[in-house]
């Protein structure tokens, strides 16, 4: 599997610019080059020939990033999940590689008051200064000592005009973590605050707009196979020892039904997420030959 979509609103296409070796340009590389890469080795498969030792499907789907919510895997696993032994997603460099999932929830919450002019209804409440008190008590939270946890407040907007008491306030805040415990004692202290601010008499609302699920019961050993796998290809063409890390990627899905998963990418680069994102030409000399590598294990 790699992924077509973007972290970019853009509807006109993006210019690539090749300068010094690298190409610049936004999505370049998450997840266009390995996207690239994954097609190139479905053709090379099919110019020389080669025969699955078992069903293989290659997906290039989409909703990875952002608000995405993973439906593109999501939706893979849904209509062929009792079939999968084994789920790979190219994302990212050869640097490293996922193999545990970090889940996340996300919520826009609103907060909507009287309003009114600044100086003719002064005293009345303003949704701004509820917003900021509610994100204030929201990063209170000490986050659990096991796993890695974090949260975040990513937008947060409202109001009409300096002169005006402002009547609604929206923000997006998230938490993640790589343990269901963990993510479930922070949606509680979440939701215990709103609570407290409806109780304030408060007109709080609040919509679920991303939930994605972390590790699930997988076999350590049927994972640990994976690894192997990654490890193996990289290191026969880079001299390279690679370790894992933790990350939210298409793995999520497969992860948290029990199916072993894996990630990573096929090339060097850097500024994924930003408009200065580019990739290293060089490094597509590397990072083509790990990719096939990897997935001529699976063809006679």
Excluded: W
């Amino acid at each position: 599997m790699a992924h077509t979509d973007t972290v970019f609103p853009d509807t006109t296409p993006f210019e690539p610019v090749v300068k010094d070796g690298r190409i610049h340009c936004p999505a370049v590389g998450d997840d266009t080059t390995n996207l690239a890469q994954m097609l190139f080795a479905i053709r090379y498969l099919i110019k020389t020939g080669k025969r699955p030792k078992g069903n293989v499907l290659f997906v290039a789907n989409s909703c990875e990033e952002g608000l995405g919510n993973l439906k593109g895997s999501r939706k893979v696993m849904e209509d062929f999940g009792h079939r999968v032994a084994e789920f790979t997603t190219f994302d990212g460099s050869y640097t490293t590689y996922v193999d545990h999932s970090v889940g996340s929830r996300r919520y826009e919450v609103t907060i909507t008051t009287e309003g009114g002019h600044s100086y003719g209804a002064f005293g009345n409440r303003n949704a701004i200064h509820y917003m900021a008190s509610l994100i204030d008590t929201l990063y209170t939270l000490k986050v659990p000592k096991e796993g890695k946890s974090t949260y975040n407040v990513g937008i947060i907007e409202g109001g009409t005009s300096v002169n005006t008491i402002a009547q609604q306030c929206k923000m997006l805040f998230e938490y993640r973590s790589d343990r269901r415990e963990n993510l479930a004692s922070m949606d509680a202290f979440f939701h215990k605050t709103i609570e407290a601010y409806r109780a304030m008499g408060i007109g709080v609302t609040v919509e679920l707009v991303g939930d994605r699920p972390c590790m699930g019961d997988v076999d350590p050993a049927m994972e640990q196979k994976l690894r192997d796998r990654v490890i193996k290809a990289i290191k026969d063409h880079t001299g390279n020892v690679v370790t894992g890390t933790s990350g939210s990627t298409d793995c999520n899905i497969p992860h948290s039904m029990g199916v072993p998963a894996i990630c990573f990418g096929g090339y060097l680069g850097a500024g994924a997420h930003t408009r200065e994102e580019y990739i290293e030409m060089e490094s597509l000399k590397t990072g083509m030959p790990i990719i096939l590598q990897y997935v001529l294990d699976d063809f006679n």
